[in-house]
């Protein structure tokens, strides 16, 4: 490296002499202890880089005959064994980390080199994750990352159980601050364990820092949140709102949220939250939810859906309104509705809907036809 820095300087003192022949071709005078030595500036420059380059080999050349002739090679080469073991470090834990380019660009520089340390790491590849001993302070810190990222390795075979897996966890991030992999499996372990609160923190930590992409975190962190509100009934409506942010398209968490609120006496949000979704999405799910609270005043209901164009108005929303038809007594136009919708769209719900109609009528055969289409 500091050849490397040598050459460069002189490459870029003679590009200036180049450009500056006026400045190379000043004289200069050195006078000492009787001695009279003359000049030009550019050529003297040179001549000292030069000097000092031959110094540097000459150095080299005695430490490599001094050496023996088994290591004149390596004493030859550029950079030092203990800075290629760095670089050969520095590869490795990027490797186990899965950070950066995987240590591709240090390992072009560590050829040749195997340390003592080395062969502590091989034999470490050959134990199975279940025999790997407890981590310890006094480990090697590139061996305590190799050992945890076996240990909590998902495809291992037998599995550690969980206590041995958190202590090489945390034994990981302690040598290895911030590892990627590392991260990513104390989310997976949290996940597994059901720790939503430590999960969510973890999500946010990484988001934050843009470790990761929004798109591969906000599913995952939605979920964390729909699990808490499960856990913790009496937040709910905090944690699934929050979800509901993250994922505003996800037909469970605004089921989820619709029902929480009606829990909550908002019936007039919960409407809102529903209908809104279903102008856009064909989601069932909501549609059954949403006709559950219009039955009620279903002849009010329908009229706000009755002029809709059937090409505007996804299935889910077509059968809530043939459905509100039938439950006003507009029978006529709940099948001209429903018929329609079976001619676009046909689909299970739609056919069961037709076969609960006939079996109102006790009309068992067609019930029975309707039924079979919606199993098939």
């Given at each position: ?15 200036i ?20 030595f ?33 290591q ?14 760095a ?52 480990d ?59 999960l ?38 905090e ?36 209908s ?5 999405h ?18 009010r ?35 001209d509705?429903?018929?329609a ?7 299970p ?11 109102e ?16």
């Amino acid at each position: 490296m500091r050849i490397v820095i040598m050459l460069t300087l002189a490459l870029a003192l003679a590009g200036i002499l180049a450009l500056f022949p006026h400045v190379a071709d000043q004289p200069l005078r050195i006078e000492a202890f009787g001695w009279l030595f003359e000049s030009r500036q550019g050529p003297f420059i040179l001549l000292l880089l030069l000097l000092l380059g031959l110094f540097w080999m000459l150095r080299r050349i005695l430490t490599a005959i001094l050496a023996g002739p088994g290591q004149v090679w390596q004493v030859l080469r550029s950079g030092g064994r203990k800075r290629r073991e760095a670089r050969l470090r520095d590869g490795l834990a990027e490797l186990i980390d899965v950070r950066g380019d995987l240590g591709t660009k240090a390992f072009r520089k560590t050829r040749g080199i195997v340390p003592a340390w080395g062969r502590t790491l091989l034999r470490a590849f050959t134990t199975s994750a279940a025999n790997h001993a407890m981590p310890s302070t006094d480990d090697d810190a590139l061996l305590t990352a190799l050992r945890s990222r076996m240990v909590t390795d998902p495809s291992a075979s037998p599995r550690p159980d969980m206590a041995t897996r958190k202590a090489h966890l945390e034994a990981w991030l302690n040598v290895h601050p911030g590892a990627p992999l590392a991260l990513k499996r104390k989310i997976d372990m949290a996940e597994e364990e059901g720790d939503w609160t430590v999960l969510v923190r973890l999500l946010e930590d990484v988001w934050k820092k843009g470790g990761r992409s929004a798109a591969s975190i906000r599913p995952r962190l939605a979920t964390a949140h729909m699990a808490l509100a499960v856990a913790q009934p009496e937040h709910a409506l905090e944690y699934l709102r929050k979800a509901h942010r993250l994922m505003p398209e996800d037909g469970s968490i605004l089921l989820a949220l619709g029902k929480t609120l009606l829990v909550q006496g908002d019936t007039r949000a919960s409407r809102k939250l529903w209908s809104a979704h279903l102008e856009t999405h064909d989601d069932e799910a909501v549609a059954l939810a949403l006709h559950e609270l219009l039955r009620t005043d279903a002849l009010r209901a329908y009229r706000k859906l009755e002029k809709i164009d059937n090409v505007k108005m996804p299935p889910a929303r077509a059968w809530l309104r043939a459905q509100l038809a039938h439950d006003a007594d507009l029978k006529g136009l709940a099948i001209d509705h429903l018929q329609a919708l079976i001619k676009s769209h046909p689909g299970p719900l739609a056919w069961k809907t037709f076969g609960d109609w006939y079996a109102e009528q006790t009309d068992w055969v067609q019930a029975v036809r309707c039924y079979r289409k919606a199993l098939e």
